[in-house]
């Protein structure tokens, strides 16, 4: 067993257990980890994970997204409850030094000692620098970690110029990052096309003719001799035989090395090119010393890609796990989008196989090239090269890689189909079941079609079943085309896309986002969708991000996403006003309590009733006023009800054993426990428990989506059951289960439910709709026939660890705080704007909210102001009255768009209006006005007059007139004025 001076006692401090070290955290180390972590090999070793970066992996392969405004932390590829939640200890900051294989020990830079039993390293590459005089000047860069970029940035800072050195993948990538950051850019290349690994020539110079018309110098055939200061930027690049080009910035993006120091010191053997040389299952030659991604070399063949890098680690993974298996040199098939244009190369893209054939195509206007590489007898695909259409990469590959004979008239492949004939790509019928889906995680055709056998019916099932797209995601669109034409075959409808925004159902959302590890709604769109999103996708984005990390709802990247319940964490009534649920777990409080609670109602004068779900609710509190009522909840011990959300309601209970004659179980204690342990957990609808103390069913816990009997063994557990608009009774799931077994099976029900539901979809319409029905649900959770089991748990508890009060943390933050004015400019003077013509300053364009709208009082007239950051148009502004209802609510509501133009969904029934002229795209006889807006040097300006939109006029709005002024109810002391419409 390993032993050392220099193991924390944190995560993965076990010493009964051999140490397994990493040495290198970039994507395919993690990767390694969630491998690790798949097959519960954490719980079997120490783990520790040694980090030269100061931060922890992140996504390299977008790494230019960073000048898109993508952050650090956004890019990064686990969150830091991945480490302790397994117990992994993660060290980042720390260099290895030496090897010392035969004490089985690492030392690192700063001469610590660290023993290990098994090692892996994943130390990745270096930027290569060409051995070009002047190459250490400043403003001369690299292109690889994220420290890199920002150096980038540093030196763009006032530039005009930068230049990569280098026109293959990287180079390409760099180009585009200096593109978004507005510099003039040029590519130089020294041979003579770009990417002159994966393109021929013909591909080649129509990649470098679509890129020059993005505006990019390109130079091929540049040999750089050496950089010297310039004269009219601060570089100057020379080279043989072309003229000189000033620039202010150099960037080297020209290859990889990879980084072997540690194993030549060691002593381990390496490839002819450099690299740890690794055998069939990664061992190094020192049996207990693995090597995984760019560091590592198969038969002499090194990888620069994530793809293999992941195959690696799932194959040493395998071994650690016992399995027979060997790492087979992945497919050279590459599908990209560079500066915009798309670029696909496979196989022998050169087509230098001795005999091979070759079929070419190019449309000059349309900018395409494809060329189909085959053997001497054309009946197998060799290799191909796609620039500016890629449709048939799928195809192409599948053929490539599963030896599909090839049609008689293989030229047709590439070919455009034309006069009416029908395509000819490759579909899913054709493909055998060996053909291999995923590579990433091995998955073969067939496995995904015994899986829909089983009962998968998204994309979202296929995953959890078989790990197919949970790699690079690559495959989603073919596992998608596999699944849709196998239920097909089997005679069932195939789910359609959630909205237009996204080709997507909700289940494959879900796992996109969370295999993907995306956090923001910003980051979903430009991966797996369109335009600005809409009513309906945003909601169903904000829950599923919710149920997956949890973070607060009003945190500025998801308070666009909110309904106006979320948004403003209180239950929106018809006259604009909101009601206030606080949580009373069980149907349990305390005489203090409720006398809170009418102290509460009597001061701002709101309606209380009792509900259904033994909880108060008290009516009629305006948008201003909710802070100020939940500083004094909290301080008397409530939390939020979370009745706003489609989350965990209330759990009923009966006084059980405690008080009643008949009851046989605490009930009440066994609400309390199961309120506390769910309380803020999102779900595609909300959730209802009830808990019976006897078989009398006094909390109808049959009717609730989880239902909880006493017995006089334990309880009986019921899920999915329903009342509202179409009851359903609750199905029995499992009985005489002690507490702790049924607070697992509930966990997993709910999981599960969360992760294959359909947008709002209750519980009891999801058990109607599942296949296989109570059976096949009972085999996943019971019997973990899926393998997941523990993946649910573990999801759960995440879950109940991360709770927050999202009232408490909305009025302790002063930035979350301030988003409950119903007036931006309340405090700022500006709502005195007189009659004067002209352009009038309303707020500064800080108090807007990006993505989304505030309301301004303008003479009395309360105006909806929406912020688009970086949309053609950034600002509008209508009124802010709602022509159905007559409240003053549309700022409330969610921005979106529809084939490209943007709206606002009203908060109350969904009507949706025009943001440019104010006309409602669901009733064309109603429109609201529209205001000229202008953001200039950091204020917003509205125009006095207001513009009438086109159709039949919007209900007027009266200066002075308020939905709060309603008959019988005095204006109230310190209001600003009456045009506190619903607020």
């Not at 924390?8 to 970039?26: F, I, M, N, T």
């Not at 790990?467 to 699944?483: R, S």
């Not at 102001?865 to 148009?873: K, M």
Request: glycine residues 10%; proline residues 4%.
């Amino acid at each position: 067993m390993a032993t050392d001076l220099y193991f924390s006692s944190g995560a993965g401090a076990q010493e009964d257990k051999p140490r397994l070290v990493l040495v290198g955290h970039g994507m395919v180390g993690q990767n390694f980890l969630e491998q690790l972590v798949e097959r519960g090999l954490h719980a079997h070793y120490q783990v520790l994970v040694l980090g030269e970066e100061p931060r922890a992996a992140y996504d390299r392969v977008h790494l230019s997204e960073f000048f898109a405004g993508k952050t650090a932390d956004e890019l990064a590829m686990a969150s830091p409850d991945f480490f302790t939640e397994n117990r992994i200890d993660l060290r980042l900051g720390t260099r290895v030094a030496a090897i010392d294989r035969q004490a089985r020990t690492l030392t690192d830079s700063a001469g610590n000692v660290i023993g290990y039993d098994k090692l892996v390293l994943a130390t990745g590459s270096f930027p290569f620098v060409p051995p070009i005089d002047g190459r250490g000047s400043q403003a001369c860069c690299v292109y690889r970690t994220i420290d890199d970029l920002e150096q980038i940035r540093h030196w763009s800072d006032g530039a005009k110029a930068g230049v990569v050195v280098g026109g293959g993948l990287l180079g390409l990538e760099a180009a585009n990052a200096l593109r978004q950051l507005g510099l003039q850019t040029h590519v130089v290349e020294f041979a003579p096309r770009l990417m002159p690994v994966q393109l021929d020539e013909l591909g080649g110079a129509m990649l470098r003719q679509k890129i020059e018309a993005l505006g990019v110098h390109v130079h091929v055939g540049y040999q750089t001799q050496r950089i010297v200061p310039g004269s009219q930027c601060r570089l100057r690049m020379e080279f043989a035989g072309h003229d000189p080009i000033e620039t202010d910035l150099v960037v080297f993006s020209a290859g990889i090395r990879p980084r072997d120091e540690l194993g030549r010191i060691a002593g381990l053997e390496t490839g002819a090119r450099g690299g740890i040389a690794i055998d069939g299952q990664c061992r190094t030659s020192d049996a207990d010393i693995f090597c995984i991604g760019e560091a590592a070399a198969r038969d002499g063949k090194i990888f620069g890609l994530v793809k293999p890098g992941y195959q690696m680690a799932r194959t040493v993974a395998r071994v650690l796990a016992g399995e027979q298996c060997e790492f087979e040199d992945a497919e050279s098939a590459t599908q990209l989008k560079l500066l915009g244009v798309d670029v696909a190369s496979m196989g022998d893209a050169h087509g230098v196989t001795p005999g091979a054939q070759s079929f070419t195509f190019m449309d000059g206007r349309a900018q395409v090239y494809k060329r189909l590489v085959t053997d001497a007898r054309c009946e197998q695909v060799l290799g191909a090269v796609l620039v500016g259409n890629v449709d048939e990469f799928t195809t192409l590959s599948q053929m490539m890689s599963n030896r599909i004979p090839l049609p008689a008239q293989p030229e047709a492949l590439i070919l455009p189909a034309t006069n009416g004939q029908s395509s000819r790509l490759l579909g899913p019928a054709a493909l055998p079941d060996t053909a291999q889906i995923c590579s990433c995680h091995n998955v073969e055709k067939g496995t995904i079609c015994a899986a829909v056998g089983q009962g998968a019916m998204t994309v979202a099932d296929l995953k959890s079943a078989t790990k197919a797209a949970t790699g690079c995601g690559g495959c989603v669109q073919l596992v998608k085309q596999v699944l849709e034409h196998e239920l097909t075959q089997r005679g069932v409808e195939v789910k359609k896309d959630i909205c237009e925004h996204f080709a997507f159902s909700r289940q494959e959302l879900y796992h996109l986002v969370r295999v993907g590890e995306i956090r923001t709604f910003r980051d979903l769109v430009a991966k797996h969708g369109k335009g600005l999103g809409c009513e309906i996708c945003k909601p169903a984005a904000a829950s599923i991000f919710a149920s997956v990390w949890n973070e607060h709802v009003l945190e500025r990247q998801h308070l666009p996403l909110q309904d106006t319940n979320d948004r403003f964490l209180a239950n929106i009534q018809k006259d604009g006003t909101y009601s206030i649920v606080p949580r009373v777990p069980g149907g349990e409080i305390t005489a203090d309590k409720l006398i809170v609670l009418g102290q509460v109602a009597k001061e701002a004068g709101l309606y209380t009733k009792i509900t259904g779900g033994q909880r108060i609710d008290l009516f009629g509190a305006r948008l201003d006023d909710l802070p100020k009522i939940w500083d004094k909840l909290i301080a008397a011990g409530f939390e939020t009800g979370q009745a706003y959300g489609k989350s965990l309601r209330t759990v009923k209970s009966c006084v059980g054993s405690t008080w009643c004659r008949y009851g046989v179980q605490d009930s009440t204690g066994l609400a309390l426990e199961l309120e506390d342990r769910y309380k803020g957990l999102r779900a595609p609808h909300k959730i209802k428990f009830g808990v019976s103390g006897c078989t009398r069913e006094c909390a109808e816990a049959q009717s609730k989506d989880i239902g909880v009997i006493a017995t006089e063994k334990g309880w009986n557990l019921y899920v999915c059951g329903n009342g509202g608009m179409k009851p359903r009774h609750a199905d029995l799931f499992a009985v005489d289960l002690s507490t702790p077994q049924l607070v697992r099976l509930i966990d997993r029900v709910l999981m599960f439910y969360i992760r294959t539901a359909d947008r709002l979809q209750r519980t009891s319409t999801w058990m109607n709709n599942l296949e296989g029905g109570l059976d096949y649900l009972k085999s996943v959770v019971i019997d973990d026939a899926l393998g997941i089991g523990a993946d649910l748990d573990a999801q759960m508890q995440h879950v109940v660890d991360t709770f927050q009060c999202e009232w408490k943390t909305a009025i302790d933050t002063p930035q979350k705080r301030q988003q409950f004015r119903s007036l931006v400019n309340l405090d700022s003077g500006a709502h005195g704007v007189s009659h004067a013509p002209g352009w009038q300053p309303v707020c500064s364009v800080d108090d807007l909210v990006a993505d989304a709208g505030v309301a301004a009082l303008i003479d009395g007239r309360q105006v909806a102001i929406f912020y688009l950051p970086g949309q053609a148009v950034q600002a509008y502004a209508i009124d802010n009255q709602d022509p159905f209802t007559g409240t003053h609510v549309l700022s409330r509501g969610i921005v979106g768009d529809t084939q490209g133009r943007p709206f606002v969904a009203s908060p109350l029934y969904k009507q949706r209006f025009a943001l440019a002229d104010g006309a409602c795209l669901d009733d064309p006889g109603v429109s609201v006005r529209t205001w000229p807006i202008e953001l200039r040097d950091g204020k917003v300006y509205l125009l006095h007059e207001a513009i009438q939109a086109s159709g039949t006029s919007a209900t007027s709005t009266t200066s002075g007139a308020t939905d709060g002024e309603r008959e019988g109810e005095p204006e109230r002391e310190g209001s600003l004025c009456a045009a506190l419409a619903g607020s």
